[in-house]
């Protein structure tokens, strides 16, 4: 089968196609073009930002990412974790929420914002 994509990894936005027969890209001005599109047919990953829940009235959510991208498939996975933690405690931008996520090495929860307690 003969897949079409733009490639989003430069400005380039390069028309690729991919077949799967022959595990073979098309089209890539550069060679991030080749490793754009079979990761994005053979094994999508995404980076996820989200909102968790904090006991305090004055900020009652605040900001969260992955530290890394994680498999497309296991998305509605981690938005149903991050949609039960709540913070109820003072933390820091960048303090780590969760560590190794979803059992992925070195992705990581963790604050895009101060949580400063009331």
Same mark, same amino acid.
Request: proline share 4%; aromatic share 6%; net charge neutral.
């Given at each position: 089968m003969i897949?079409?994509?733009?490639c ?7 028309a690729?196609?991919y ?10 001005k ?10 994005e ?7 996820l930002t989200?909102l968790? $829940?904090? !006991?305090?009235s ?7 990412? %992955?530290?890394?991208? &994680?498999l =497309?498939?296991?998305i509605?996975?981690?938005? $149903?974790? !991050? ?8 933390m820091? %931008?960048?303090?780590i &929420?969760? =560590? ?13 914002k ?5």
């Amino acid at each position: 089968m003969i897949h079409h994509l733009t490639c989003i990894v430069c400005p380039n936005g390069c028309a690729l196609t991919y077949d799967d027969k022959l595990d073979e890209v098309k089209g890539n001005k550069c060679p991030r073009g080749e490793s754009f599109a079979k990761e994005e047919i053979l094994a999508p990953k995404r980076n996820l930002t989200a909102l968790v $829940k904090t !006991i305090y009235s004055n900020q009652p959510v605040v900001s969260v990412r %992955l530290s890394n991208k &994680i498999l =497309k498939k296991d998305i509605f996975q981690a938005m $149903k974790i !991050i949609d039960e933690i709540i913070i109820d405690h003072p933390m820091k %931008l960048g303090d780590i &929420i969760i =560590k190794d996520f979803l059992n992925y090495q070195d992705v990581n929860l963790i604050l895009t914002k101060d949580v400063k307690g009331e």
